[in-house]
């Protein structure tokens, strides 16, 4: 691949002429995997080319969903699509992926979800059987959080080299007419809370692809979310919330940190990792930090309500583990991980994806 850079700057001098160095920002000239991962790819890209041509007020806040008022209500819409390969992986499939992150999109934003829309790219030779599972996974699993699903979509494209079917979910939900979210009110002396240990999705999705010698016994924590941040919001304190998918934690901290220009602080001793998720990080290479997750909530709360909220989490069977990980400070910005030994280091957010096609 090629990038294409703006801004260069010819510096001459009385040796003449010399080599022009960037002073721009990096444009990339073809869609890669990595555009889709979650890093500063995916991000320059939503910038350079969405937010350019499709840029309101809302979507200028590159927030899990958009919450928007209608007569006499407020709404949270969110869409995603699925690309995970493989389809069936320990602890979900495509299907109850789909559904679960969407719900979690809407629960971060403090909607409760509603109704959904399900759409399917099917590559010609899926088999019906395949399409079947997946389809009773989806509708279990809305009926489960209580969602209805109201309309659809279905297109067949060419045979491919891959199990052939991608799938889009759009959600609504009713969002509280009183809630208030958002980097906006994030203050120096918050404390960022987790619900259980990371990298269980993306750890569970690498090893289902069969391709390396070792094997674990890894479900992904694809889950939804929705009741676990209902009983966060009636607690109280709540700064703003998201679900670390792609990227991982490391990545929506930087996200978070951006949006409210203050600095995050996580602890490493504090960071819930297991012993399964951090082996198969070691064997590929990988940091669990950036590993995504499917059921897990970041939270950033009031200091004096972290106690409290870490007890709520508690009571939810999907935050047995939960616990405070960092805290917010005035300086320095970014995103730091506070080592073992005591000393800082930056946790930026990664170019482009350390796994493809993991949600």
Known sequence: MSNRTYGFHKASSRFGWQPPFVTGEIWDERVVLGHGAGGRKMHRLIRQVFLRHFGGRTLKRLEDAAVFRSPGRRLGLSTD?????????????????????????????????????????????LKIETLERICSSIGRMARTVGLEVVTGDTKVIERGTDEGIYVNTTGVGSVPKDLRLGPELIRPGDRLLINGPIGEHEAAVALARGSYRFKGRIASDC??????????????????????????????????????????ILDEDAIPVSRSVRAVADLLGIEPLYMANEGKVLVVCAAKSATKLVHEIHRDAKGRNGRVIGEVVS??????LRTRVGSLRRLIMLEAEQLPRIC
Not at 93 to 117: E, F, R, W, Y
């Open 81 to 125: 699509s699925y690309v995970v390969q493989p389809l069936f992986f320990p602890g979900g499939d495509i299907g109850k992926l789909a559904v679960c992150g969407t719900v979690n999109d809407l629960a971060v934003m403090g909607a409760i979800p509603m109704q959904l829309s399900v759409g399917f790219i099917l590559r010609e030779g």
């Open 223 to 264: 889950a939804p979310l929705h009741r676990l941040t209902v009983r966060l919001l009636r607690a109280g304190g709540v700064r703003m919330m998201r679900d670390p998918t792609r990227g991982g934690l490391a990545t929506t901290c930087n996200e978070l940190a951006d949006a409210c220009g203050l600095g995050f």
């Open 331 to 336: 300086e320095p910005q970014g995103v730091w």
